[in-house]
């Protein structure tokens, strides 16, 4: 069973500045995707980035960008220029690439960023 | 165009009563996810439809959660004889192809059974 672990509760960051939100899973597939998700207190999950496991480049989405490491099974989510509206709950989750249930999703237990003006 | 809706966004419902919670997928969504999420944490996986077609229930927490998608369009999660464990957000979310590496979430529905 694949298993995703945010090991960072809660983080704090001042506008304008760099964070990284930490994620590390662990699974058997070797091909899979990875993403991280946004969720703000309005409860709508919204998806940030996705990465494929076969693509050794990082994805980046504007302010958004990862550093994913396959053989540590490590994916990081770092937000540059952080903004007010960044404040929100932050999942790291998991699919297999394959299967006839391919897309179920496997979440962390989530981050809460909150951004300070 | 229009996302995924759900309905009601919050039901109370007395223990032992039945319920049954409405997912409209994004128009031609050939997959539909549901999750149940508990407070402060992050949604675990319930079922997943491909069309019509239930193709993995294993996360239906017990035989009191039922899910259907008779016409492959809008899905119906019934949940008999609610227990206050029952009590979290259900999300549902919607894939334009077979699996989902591209999961479209709803607003869920906030479930507090008193």
């Known amino acids: 069973a694949q298993t995703v672990t945010q090991s960072q509760p809660e983080m704090s960051v001042q506008e304008a500045e760099t964070v990284t939100l930490s994620c590390t899973y662990d699974t058997s597939e070797s091909n899979y995707y990875l993403f991280w998700y946004k969720q703000p207190p309005s409860r709508q999950m919204i998806l940030v980035i996705r990465q494929e496991a076969y693509k050794q480049q990082n994805a980046t989405e504007n302010r958004f960008s990862v550093n994913f490491q396959k053989a540590a099974k490590s994916f990081s989510l770092k937000i540059s220029d952080s903004q007010l509206g960044d404040t929100a709950m932050y999942f790291c989750a998991f699919t297999d690439a394959g299967g006839t249930s391919y897309g179920k999703l496997t979440f962390g237990q989530g981050t809460i960023l909150t951004v300070h003006p | 165009g229009a996302g995924v809706s759900q309905s009601p966004r919050y039901k109370v419902a007395k223990r032992g009563q039945d319920v049954a919670l409405r997912c409209d997928p994004i128009?031609?969504?050939?997959?539909l996810f549901w999750y149940q999420q508990a407070l402060g944490q992050g949604p675990e996986f319930l079922t997943y439809f491909q069309n019509e077609a239930q193709l993995d229930k294993s996360g239906l927490p017990s035989d009191r959660f039922f899910a259907e998608r008779p016409e492959g369009s809008v899905s119906t999660l019934k949940i008999q004889r609610t227990q206050q464990e029952d009590s979290a957000v259900y999300l549902c979310?919607?894939?334009?192809?077979?699996?989902?590496?591209?999961?479209?979430f709803g607003p869920g529905t906030r479930l507090t059974v008193t």
């Open positions: 128009s031609g969504h050939v997959s």
């Open positions: 979310a919607s894939s334009p192809g077979t699996g989902g590496s591209e999961q479209y």
